[in-house]
């Protein structure tokens, strides 16, 4: 007897699935990693990396998530997390607490990283300013 998954297998291949510039943020491209299809959107698994150079950032916001973190593969970005200015770089990993109020700023041109949330439909929600923010890094002029 078999038993019934509440999931199914998933592998996706980097052909799979392309960079797309419809996600969340015009400035980033994101890649659907089938986390959320073959969790019944229980989970998001996606990657994320830099598109533009950053101009207003996110802005102050927060997530209705039960679970979110960020693994920085590549590069790197400057969250404010409250009042904190906070420097992920590669090889590092964020978990953003449920509902923490945070601002992504700046980040490296060569940024990358994978983005995991539950549940995948989460909501992002503007929130008020919680202090200044620190002017971004300009990227280097293009040859």
């Known amino acids: 007897m078999t038993a019934s998954l509440a999931t199914r297998f998933s592998h996706v291949r980097p052909q799979d699935t392309p960079y797309v ?3 969340l943020r015009d400035f980033f491209l994101y890649r659907d990693l089938g986390i959320a299809e073959a969790t ?3 989970v998001l698994a ?13 802005g102050w916001h927060r997530h209705e998530a039960e679970f979110h973190i960020v ?8 969250f404010m997390y409250g009042g904190q200015e906070t420097l992920v770089a590669a090889g590092d990993c964020v978990h953003q607490a449920p ?4 601002y992504l700023f700046d ?6 990283y994978l983005e995991i949330v539950a549940p995948a439909g989460f ?14 890094t300009p990227w280097p002029a293009a040859t």
């Open 21 to 23: 510039d419809n996600g």
């Open 40 to 42: 019944g959107g229980k």
């Open 46 to 58: 996606q990657l994320v990396k830099a598109n533009i150079p950053p101009a207003h950032g996110t």
């Open 71 to 78: 693994i920085m593969l590549k590069g790197w970005a400057r």
């Open 99 to 102: 509902g923490i109020v945070h």
């Open 107 to 112: 980040y490296s041109p060569d940024m990358e």
């Open 123 to 136: 909501k992002t929600i503007d929130a008020e300013p919680v202090c200044e923010v620190p002017a971004v």
